[in-house]
T-cell receptor, first 112, second 110 residues
Framework: NAGVTQTPKFRILKIGQSMTLQCAQD?????MYWYRQDPGMGLKLIYY???????DKGEVPNGYNVSRSTTEDFPLRLELAAPSQTSVYFC???????????FGEGSRLTVL | DAKTTQPPSMDCAEGRAANLPCNHS???????VYWYRQIHSQGPQYIIH???NNETNEMASLIITEDRKSSTLILPHATLRDTAVYYC???????????FGTGTRLQVTL
């Protein structure tokens, strides 16, 4: 049982490039989330999903897109990367809408 | 989410109890209090949550005041590995949209 797996762990992008951060969970959780954390700050919710085929915006969705075609996977797409998207990205999942969130180890993205 | 207020930092001697306070004066009757912690740059880790009764698990105890306007997370015997940022969260609506503030940075020292 691997829990929540994020790839890549580190990535450097040039301004204007695009990429996808991968997130997979093997706990059969319905709920999945993407957060970002800037240095010295708390986590901010980007997007979340309550099940396959259903996604919704969080606090800071601009510049990002998500899809949820399966229960296990919740990729985060960055289009036209900007320096403001330099951050650590965390994916999380939970079985229910209330209760414990399980987080991945994070993906550190730098946009130069 | 209902607003929470936590001290920015606290120190605790190893082996002593760490008591981390949180004010949530605008909490509604059906809103839970959640606690998470983040060790260094790792993903946050769930600790405990409660509604109005005190809760205890293998990691910590959660004491919620009778009026539910504040709570205290207690680590009974803090160790160096408990050094982390602790987040108190009171989500509104569904807990699927937890908002993490800046939390309390707990430093456990020898």
């Amino acid at each position: 049982n691997a829990g929540v797996t994020q790839t890549p762990k580190f990535r450097i992008l040039k301004i204007g490039q695009s990429m996808t951060l991968q997130c997979a969970q093997d706990m059969n959780h319905n709920y999945m989330y993407w957060y970002r954390q800037d240095p010295g700050m708390g986590l901010k919710l980007i997007y979340y999903s309550v099940g396959a085929g259903i996604t919704d915006k969080g606090e800071v969705p601009n510049g990002y897109n998500v899809s949820r075609s399966t229960t296990e996977d919740f990729p985060l797409r960055l289009e036209l990367a900007a320096p403001s998207q330099t951050s650590v990205y965390f994916c999380a999942s939970s079985l229910l809408s209330t209760g414990e969130l399980f987080f991945g180890e994070g993906s550190r993205l730098t946009v130069l | 989410d209902a607003k929470t207020t936590q001290p920015p930092s606290m120190d605790c001697a190893e082996g002593r109890a760490a008591n981390l306070p949180c004010n949530h004066s605008t909490i509604s009757g059906n809103e839970y209090v959640y606690w998470y912690r983040q060790i260094h740059s790792q993903g946050p880790q769930y600790i405990i949550h409660g509604l109005k009764n005190n809760e205890t698990n293998e990691m910590a105890s959660l004491i919620i005041t009778e009026d539910r306007k504040s709570s205290t997370l207690i680590l009974p015997h803090a160790t160096l590995r408990d050094t982390a940022v602790y987040y108190c969260i009171v989500p509104t609506g569904t807990a699927s949209k937890l908002t993490f503030g800046t939390g309390t940075r707990l430093q456990v020292t020898l």
